[in-house]
């Protein structure tokens, strides 16, 4: 029989036994600090999960079966956009995501909610042959809505034949707008109507959606993402039986959409869970559960401007937790889409990352592949814990209309918020390409039309995580533009290569984030030669990067001359604690380290280096 052990002797590794193996690799060092981590939701991430036993897969879509591989329609110009949708349904695609202006999910662009307008998009488009057709219809609601149902009239495509998600959504619009035709009564009493309306033109396919992407784009964290699109689910549900609908056949008329993004095992754990979730309400309210209907978009936050390479990846990760946690469609926003409207091979990317995953990777033939792993299952539980708590206090402030408009849940979003902007600025979280390995001669990638600037007056507002690093790198492209050079920092290198590399490697990536290019001494020279290279730069600061023994041999003298040759500003990579004071004294005005405010940093020196270009001094 195959060994399988951890320890020599045969014997299996026990929890304890691996917990002794830890403690001695640690050595003293505390577990939790070291090897645990914690979500936005103050989950536990173990290094370490046991198996999980007796659960069975959870039921989402029909097993063996893909998911609905959206393509994005958001061109204004509808004749483009017509170019696009069947480019994208003849290269793999399965369905369209329609993106009309002013949807919560817009961005910038969008489709005019008019018939005439979408009769020349959907041109040549079958409507009635499976392909799903989603609709994002943002505060035009009613008008796009109605020049929907009224194509598939003008067509003569029986209703019952399409598989149209209408995406009525007040409670979204009214989240990211502000704007509102009333107060929740009068809301219910409109979307149920249009529902009904819908439903008695045979409109089969869900039309309502309750969309946890407002959420998460405005920076709220995984539980309160998964509680508002329950209570908004709620909201609806009550509100159509209120208006004279069965309460079985409502809860088929309401769908999820949820953000997907880079971090693998939480996105398939929210997925998971909302259907753990939306099952324990419908049997709370005397209803058989059925699998509910999720759409996953990759998340808007997670995209970045600057190296949007890196957005492919990221997009890539989010697919697959998506598709693997069991959503029912997936749309990936093309990797531009932060820059402004995507160009075709931008949106081929999107189009085949889903169809390699489907096609060549066969993501889809295991229902419910996580089933029994620990981690995944520990982590579902857990958040479906977090959420349900969360959705029991928004429904004990009359329901997710009054938690908006009163502001408790739109301050809990913001306090996940601020936790994460200091984790942000701190490297504690990174984002690849831009606060770390940042590429500060990248050359721009293509877009057909840039994205301007995105103004919203609602209460959840969307945001990117990479805005204040990008703002940053804006700021060095104006001073490129008027000056023809960046503003730019010296590092000072001290001693042999291998005392000097790690933190002149950290220095480097540290001041190019926000956008300071770095112009490095070889190191192993002299003081006059350090100095002279120093001037050559054509820098005006300088960053002593080396090791601590280094520095108490070198920094003081080192400083003291860079100050003496024109040094308006010295920073030092690390952070000597024997050395401080000295190195202060002669001269040093900062430290960079591991755990700093990057940002803050950054900032304070960017303007400093502004007010010397001003002057005429770098």
Known sequence: MADHSFIPGGALASRDIWLSRVEAV??????????????????????LYPKSSNLPPLVSRTPGTPWASLARIDHPDTTQANQQALTDLEQGASGLSLVFEGAVNAYGFGLPATFEALDTALEGVLLDVGAD??????PHGKAAIQAMAQLVKARNVLPVNTKIRFGLDPLGAFAVTGQTPGDGEEMAKRFSAAVADLRGRGFMAPIVKADGRIVHAAGG????????????????????????????????????????????????AKFRALRLLWARVEQACGLIPQPACITGETAWRMMTQRDPWVNILRSTVAVFAAGLGGANAVTVLPFTQSLGLPDDFARRIARNTQTVLIEESHLDKVADPAAGSGGVEALTQELADKAWALFQSIESEGGVFNALTKGQFVAKIATVNQHRDE???????????????????????????????????????????????????DTSDRMLAASGHRPAIFLANLGPVAAFTARSQFAKNFFEAGGIETRASDGDANLAGLVAAFKESGASVACLCSSDEVYGEQAGATAVALKAAGASRLLLAGRPAALQDQLKQAGIDDFIAVGVNLLQVLRHLQDHLQQAQVGGSA
């Open 133 to 138: 057709i989603v609709l994002d219809p943002g």
């Open 423 to 473: 984790d942000l600025a701190k490297r504690k979280q990174a984002l690849t390409g831009t606060s770390e390995f940042p590429d500060i001669k990248e050359v721009p990638v293509s877009v057909m039309a840039p994205l301007g600037p995105l103004s919203y007056a609602g209460l959840l507002p969307p945001k990117r995580l990479s805005e204040p690093f990008e703002a940053l790198r």
């Open 26 to 47: 640690l050595k003293g060092a505390d577990f939790d600090k070291k090897l645990v981590g914690h979500t936005a939701d103050a989950i536990r991430i173990e290094p």
């Open 221 to 268: 964290s995984e539980a309160q993402e998964l509680a508002f699109a329950l209570s908004a689910a709620l909201f609806y549900l009550r509100g159509l039986e209120q208006h004279g609908m069965d309460l079985d056949e409502a809860r088929r008329t309401i769908e999820f959409r949820l953000a997907a993004d880079a971090s693998q095992f939480l996105t398939m």
